[in-house]
């Protein structure tokens, strides 16, 4: 018998009986004869065939062969074999038989009269006409199969590659690895290092162990807690990741002897009422071949939908994985190993990326400790301004939006945007006062000697009254030089505690300097030689400074930083998603009316994202109570101040408002006394 099932003979030709009966037709039960009379009578028979495995060898006669291959169904094509049997004269008549033999299902032409021997060889060309067949049809069907796992791996590629986050990372492998399989649990194991212990360049595993970080089960609610255990061949999970190879083990509870790893999972199975039957343990191998981790499929099932409930259940729908799964698995864990080590690569590249930008604030901070803290909270501020602007529907930001690579974005450009104050002079940058210590130094011991002069004087001016006049007309002096010298005395301590006044900065534009001038107009002498002023005209210059601590030479020395930071910051190869952080940085000091700095540009070259860092940093600069010049600013006075800000076209005015309303202010928890 055929092993694709019977074969039907369907003679249209009218085959003497007699040699029907001798050849194998009638000697086994492998084929089964039909005498149909018409053409149509041979389909409809071929199509009131049960479907399953029948093959069927039609008789005809020469002329009749176009018709049939033009009325044969599409879904008979592959069943039928078709035998042109005439006489030689027909035959003859057909002259080039070159174009019949072009048709698909035409096997043989045979001359009649039909010998036994002719008609079994003829069956037996037809059976090997489909055995080949179906070993096409089977290598088409494997073909197709593996076109389609390619296509599936290359979309679960895909898919794994795109995937940032790491934990959802080892979720998807997890879940990819159940579906594909058909398994109704699994698990994922993760090789890490141990804890100070050493590493071995011999040995791979030696400071190495296994974490438990996935788990799921289909049919039952299991709870879930992440453990440690050994890489020790004498388990499942750790026998596959020394091995480097899968493990497939029909039933858990059925390991062969004389394998050193056993099934420790019995008593869990009670507890929760679950029976671990058939399992695949794969090892995800990175580049190098080492083991980075194990996927451990558990129950593959006829049907992917019934839940196992109980272990009757179990036996009947659970099957033993096969060899294609453990290809198809083994193929995928490569690609998540890959994956998985490219998301841990990317991540501590960015770490230490972050590392470095942490040092490099530092560097700034240590440089200028007074701005403590001041770049890490104007990255919260502006990337917390950023996140409420992009969920903005209304105004004109609505259709700004932020992905997560623009926040990140936005953030490393806020804490750099002061990296370049490293390349200011240290005592530009913190000067806390109009006037250097040394200056307001000096003037102090200057007027102590003023003080000390006068009082000199005084006491002169006495002794030569003494000296000079009688005693009663003496006192009379006397005190007349006392009060003038206490005058003279009381006007310098109050021109001191006025320059000692202005010295000290001032956060809104400040005038009235006339009495700066008055004193800058006096002067004093020592024995009357040379004659001092009270104020040079550089302190002057200095006291007379409208707004902050820094004349405008300093002030152009502060504003470089700007540059600095700029240039810097494109020395570094930023990826795509962070090509514009120099650029950010750059324009956090530039004003809408383009009377910001360095580049003096307007509103519309003002890239929004450096319109809310200038908000941010404003706001922080106005409320960090760090700053030994000047008092912290009330969040209320901080605010007015960016209002008017606002108001003469220097800040945005939505953003100020949206910064407002969401109160992006309380990131940071900046709370002034007032």
């Excluded at 879940?175 to 994922?188: F, N, P, Q, T, Y």
């Excluded at 623009?406 to 200011?424: P, R």
């Excluded at 810097?568 to 324009?587: H, S």
Aim: proline share 5%.
């Amino acid at each position: 018998m055929s092993v694709l099932g019977k074969l039907h003979i369907l003679d249209q030709v009218g085959l003497e009986p007699a040699v029907i009966d001798a050849s194998v037709v009638g000697k086994t039960d492998g084929f089964m004869y039909h005498a149909p009379r018409t053409i149509a009578e041979s389909l409809s028979l071929l199509e009131k065939q049960p479907n399953g495995e029948f093959r069927c060898l039609l008789l005809i006669a020469p002329e009749t062969v176009s018709r049939v291959e033009k009325e044969l169904p599409a879904s008979l094509q592959q069943k039928v074999a078709i035998a042109i049997v005439a006489s030689a004269d027909k035959i003859d008549a057909i002259g080039d038989c070159s174009k019949l033999l072009e048709e698909p299902n035409l096997i043989d032409i045979l001359e009649t009269p039909l010998t036994v021997t002719r008609i079994n060889v003829l069956l037996r060309r037809a059976e090997v006409h489909f055995k080949e067949r179906e070993h096409v049809a089977s290598l088409h069907r494997a073909l197709i199969s593996q076109r389609d796992e390619l296509q599936k791996l290359n979309e679960i590629g895909i898919a794994l590659s795109s995937e940032r986050d790491i934990t959802a990372l080892l979720e998807l492998i997890l879940s990819i690895s159940m579906e594909i399989s058909g398994s109704d649990a699994g698990s994922l194991y993760i090789v890490e290092e141990i804890p100070d212990s050493p590493f071995d360049k011999y040995n791979y595993f030696r400071n190495k162990q296994l974490r438990f970080r996935h788990s799921k089960n289909f049919s039952k609610e299991v709870p879930f807690k992440e453990f440690t255990m050994p890489i020790s061949p004498n388990s499942i999970a750790g026998y596959a990741a020394l091995s480097g190879k899968p493990l497939n083990l029909p039933d858990v509870y059925e390991i062969p002897e004389g394998v050193p790893y056993g099934f420790g999972g019995r008593k869990f199975d009670e507890n929760i009422g679950y029976r671990t039957m058939s399992m695949l343990t794969v090892p995800m191998l990175n580049r190098d071949n080492q083991t980075i981790g194990v996927i451990q499929l558990i129950n593959k099932k006829r049907d992917v939908c019934v839940r196992l409930n109980n272990a009757d259940i179990t036996q009947q729908v659970v099957i033993p994985f096969q060899k294609n799964d453990e290809n198809f698995i083994y193929s995928l864990a490569s690609q998540a190993a890959v994956a998985y080590e490219n998301r841990r690569l990317y991540d501590s590249i960015r770490r230490l990326f972050e590392g470095f930008i942490k040092a490099s604030v530092t560097a700034i901070e240590s440089r200028d400790p007074t701005t403590s803290g001041h770049s890490e909270r104007v990255a919260i501020l502006t990337v917390g301004l950023a996140e409420v602007v992009d969920k903005t529907d209304a105004g004109t930001y609505k259709a700004v939006k932020f992905s997560r690579q623009d926040i990140q974005e936005i953030k490393y450009a806020s804490l750099l945007h002061d990296f370049g104050k490293i390349g200011v002079r240290e005592p530009v940058l913190v000067k806390a006062k109009k006037l250097y210590d040394h200056e307001q130094l000096a003037i102090e011991n200057r007027y102590e000697i003023i003080r000390k002069s006068i009082a000199l004087e005084a006491s002169k001016q006495k002794v030569q009254s003494l000296l000079e006049k009688s005693r009663e007309e003496a006192l009379a002096t006397i005190g007349a030089i006392d009060q003038a010298s206490y005058e003279k005395i009381a006007e310098l301590d109050d021109y001191l505690a006025f320059i000692l006044k202005v010295n000290e900065p001032t956060i809104l534009k400040s005038e009235g300097f006339e009495k700066l001038r008055e004193i800058h107009a006096k002067s004093f002498g020592i024995n009357g030689k040379e004659a001092y002023p009270y104020l040079t005209e550089q302190e002057a210059i200095r006291l007379m400074i409208p707004k902050g601590s820094l004349d405008e030479e300093e002030r152009r020395q502060i504003e470089s930083h700007v540059t600095h930071t700029y240039n810097f910051l494109k020395q570094i190869p930023w990826t795509n998603d962070l090509r514009n952080v120099p650029e950010i940085a750059y324009a956090h000091h530039e004003k809408l009316d383009g009377s910001g700095y360095p580049l003096k540009i307007p509103a519309e070259a003002i890239p929004v994202q450096s319109k809310m860092m200038t908000i941010s940093d404003i706001f922080d600069a106005l409320t960090a109570q760090d700053r030994p010049y000047k008092k912290a600013v009330p969040l209320d006075r901080a605010l007015d101040i960016l209002g008017f800000e606002v108001n003469a076209s220097k800040i945005d005015a939505e953003l100020y408002k949206i910064f407002i309303d969401a109160k992006i202010f309380d990131l940071v928890n900046q709370k002034p006394e007032g």
